[in-house]
C-alpha cells in the first residue's frame, strides 16, 4: 500500500540553522511527492512537489529531491527563519493522481 | 481564483445539535476531500469524491457523519447528532489530478 513516515517532533532551531525533515515513503508505482506546510490557525499550504525520480522540487529556499532508490523526499532549508515556524507534512499521490497520503506532520519552531 | 471556500470558520453547537460543513471547491477540480484535525489523531482522511461522486468514504467515523457532493462546486458534510468529541478543525480540499491539493482555511467545531 502507500503510505509516509516523517521524522517525529518536535524540532527546535536557532534563527540561520540548517533544516533537514526526513520524509521516506511506501507506495506501488511511481508516486508524485508533496510538501505542505501549516501556519498557526491557517490551512496546508503546498510547499513544493517532485513528480519524478531525481526531481528537485523548491520554493522560499526550501528543498527537496525525489529520491527512488531511498524512497526518501527529504526537506532541506539552509538557514531557517523565525517565520519558518510551522507544522510540515509530507505527501504522497497515488498512480490515479487523485489520492494523497499525508505523514504525520512535523513541527518547526525557530527561536531567534 | 479565490481558492477553496470553507464555512463557517468557526462553529459552536451544543451537543445533540446538527452541524453542517459547507465547502466550495476550485472551480475545474475533480477531486473533492474532507479532512479532520485534531491534536490526538492530527490529520485524518474522511471521505473523497471524484466527479462528485464518492469514491472511499472508509475514514467517516460513525453513521452521525455523512457528506454529499450534489454538484461540481458544492459540498457538505453533516454531523447529526453532534457529540463532544467531534470538536477538531475540519478541512476542505479539491485537486485535479496529479496535481497537489487545495486547502480550505477550515471550520474550527466545538461541540459542547
Known amino acids: 500500500g502507500n503510505s509516509v513516515t516523517q521524522m517525529e517532533g518536535p524540532v527546535t532551531l536557532s534563527e540561520e540553522a540548517f533544516l533537514t525533515i526526513n520524509c521516506t515513503y511506501t507506495?506501488?508505482?511511481?508516486?508524485?511527492l508533496f510538501w505542505y506546510v501549516q501556519y498557526p490557525g491557517e490551512g496546508l499550504q503546498l510547499l513544493l512537489k517532485?513528480?519524478?525520480?531525481?526531481d528537485k522540487g523548491s520554493n522560499k529556499g526550501f528543498e527537496a529531491t525525489y529520491r527512488k532508490e531511498t524512497t526518501s523526499f527529504h526537506l532541506e532549508k539552509g538557514s531557517v527563519q523565525v517565520s519558518d515556524s510551522a507544522v510540515y507534512f509530507c505527501?504522497?499521490?497515488?498512480?490515479?493522481?487523485?489520492?494523497?497520503?499525508f505523514g504525520t506532520g512535523t513541527s518547526l519552531t525557530v527561536i531567534p | 481564483d479565490a481558492g477553496v471556500i470553507q464555512s463557517p470558520r468557526h462553529e459552536v453547537t451544543e451537543m445533540g445539535q446538527e452541524v453542517t460543513l459547507r465547502c466550495k471547491p476550485i472551480?475545474?477540480?475533480?477531486?473533492l476531500f474532507w479532512y479532520r484535525q485534531t491534536m490526538m489523531r492530527g490529520l485524518e482522511l474522511l471521505i473523497y469524491?471524484?466527479?462528485?461522486?464518492?469514491?472511499?468514504d472508509s475514514g467517516m467515523p460513525e453513521d452521525r457523519f455523512s457528506a454529499k457532493m450534489p454538484n461540481a462546486s458544492f459540498s457538505t458534510l453533516k454531523i447529526q447528532p453532534s457529540e463532544p468529541r467531534d470538536s477538531a478543525v475540519y478541512f476542505c480540499?479539491?485537486?485535479?489530478?496529479?496535481?497537489?491539493?487545495?486547502f480550505g482555511s477550515g471550520t474550527r467545531l466545538t461541540v459542547v
Open positions: 480540499a479539491s485537486s485535479r489530478q496529479w496535481e497537489g491539493y487545495t
Open positions: 507506495a506501488t508505482g511511481y508516486p508524485s
Open positions: 517532485a513528480t519524478k525520480a531525481d
Open positions: 505527501a504522497l499521490s497515488d498512480q490515479s493522481g487523485n489520492q494523497f497520503y
Open positions: 472551480s475545474g477540480h475533480n477531486s
Open positions: 469524491f471524484n466527479n462528485n461522486v464518492p469514491i472511499d
